[in-house]
Nanobody, 125 residues
């Protein structure tokens, strides 16, 4: 059974940092593109960042460029999202996903292969 489990969310002040992790079980990440999505209250889910494999090309939504960094450790079956200089508008539930097509992930397709349950990130003073 495939599972993606996120962790690392929480409450942080504006300007602070968080590092999200997503651990995959029952899945060899080497053959999958991985990504982070988020959904804020009353808004549609959006792709935040994704990374292909084995070509480590990346994609970021404009609003997080220069602040967020995606990385992966296939041996540990883990995907990370380092989030710096957080803003209140970054508040959302963050989900990780894995899919065989990088392009589908960049486009924010709903029918990706695997999804995690999400972790809450709240940026507030």
């Amino acid at each position: 059974q495939v599972q993606l489990v996120e962790s690392g969310g929480g409450l942080v002040q504006p300007g602070g940092s968080l590092r999200l992790s997503c651990v995959a079980s029952g899945l060899a990440l080497d053959y999958y593109a991985v990504g982070w999505f988020r959904q804020a209250p009353g808004k549609e889910r959006e792709v935040v960042s994704c990374m292909d494999s084995p070509n480590p090309r990346t994609h970021y939504v404009d609003s997080v460029k220069g602040r967020f960094t995606i990385s992966r450790d296939n041996a540990k079956r883990t995907v990370y999202l380092q989030m710096n200089r957080l803003k209140p508008e970054d508040t959302a539930v963050y989900f990780c996903a894995a899919d065989r097509t990088f392009e589908g992930m960049v486009q924010g397709a709903d029918d990706l292969d695997h999804w995690g349950q999400g972790t809450q990130v709240t940026v507030s003073s």
